[in-house]
């Protein structure tokens, strides 16, 4: 009889760390501008999901920033500043309730997103939720261990598109003495974010899918059925089109002059945006890793430049990009800088 009352509670406890498939939060991660808030969008639309518009930096930048919510005084902390963000404003949820949850219950920045966005589906009556924070690329390990049924999409684009979109953008900076060369160290950046994520997603094993964003543009239909399969979610595209929110009403790009002129198509734009030279430099920088993700070069077997050492430039700036996250995480001033952007107004919306 006691054996079989420690079995029954051994699989209670089971269940509880091992939900089913169909109840595991989703993560939508990738480098900047690669179709996360599309993908993200698209799992929304199908309805089932929380529906948050926002992005939660959770772990690039409330974890680094209040030490792993491990005492009572960081978390009371936490939740002074994020009670006064967009990032609560767009949750829905009760002040005083969430406050005293995050305080008395969470230890861990696992525990602190099980209790915001549990408590956003919760308050919505759907069964499970999902997080579109692209930075959240470089935690995957660290997020599987504190949430381990979490599942992850990693959404690749090809690095021409998304450096251009980079560029665009204004998001990245590069050395002072290297100002011609933006849209190649935006290339770079994409090149270093889809590396160290792919890294980190060695330790997610059948967890971990990879989602071509020029085959999501191009064929939605059969894409998001290997997904839906992935994440045992009916993503029926006929469905999300109806009830499409976001960015499938109105794309975020920063090409704005194609969404308005009804031209909106966000592949290959790199074969009018970069000249001949350009490109040619770009696939000498990162052309092997093009290559290997299965897109097709221009330029030869791996592009050649006669202006630049390209191993040199890529060691120095995968240095550079290394040095600023952990200068973000890891110092006075880039605690600092967290606090500002998470009361910034318009905060992120994917």
Known sequence: MVDQEQEAVSEGVAARVRPDRSEAPVFVVGCARSGTTLLYHML?????????????????????RFGRLRSAA??????????????????????DEIRARVVNECRSGGDFLRAVMGGIADRQGVGR??????????????????????LFLHIIRDGRDVALSLERAGWLSNFPWDKRRRVHV????WEWAVTRGRREARALASD????????????????????????????NYDHILENAVGS??????????????????????????????????????????????????????AG????????????????YFSAKRWAKV??????FLTDVEMLREQGSSP
């Open 44 to 64: 929304l639309s199908a309805g089932g999901f929380a529906y948050y518009r926002a992005e939660t930096h959770v772990y690039n930048m409330l974890v680094p």
């Open 74 to 95: 960081a978390r009371k902390k936490l939740m002074d500043l994020w009670l006064k963000s967009i990032f609560y404003r767009r949750s829905g949820l009760d002040a």
């Open 129 to 150: 939720w999902s997080d579109c924070t692209p930075a959240h690329l470089l935690h995957m390990r660290e997020i599987k261990e504190e949430i381990p049924n979490a």
């Open 186 to 189: 935006a290339g770079l950046h």
């Open 208 to 235: 971990y899918m990879e989602v071509s964003f020029e085959e999501l543009v191009s064929d939605p239909r059969g894409t998001l059925s290997g997904i839906g399969s992935f994440v045992d979610h009916d993503l």
């Open 248 to 301: 499938l009403k109105r794309p975020n790009t920063s090409f704005g002059t194609e969404a308005r002129d009804g031209a909106f198509n966000p592949i290959g734009r790199w074969k009018k945006g970069l000249t001949e030279d350009d490109l040619a430099t770009f696939e000498a920088l990162v052309g092997r890793t093009l290559k290997g993700l299965g897109y097709e070069l221009s330029s030869g077997a």
């Open 304 to 319: 050649t430049s006669k202006t630049l050492n390209p191993r040199l430039v890529r060691a120095a700036y995968r240095s």
């Open 330 to 335: 890891k110092t006075p001033l880039g605690r």
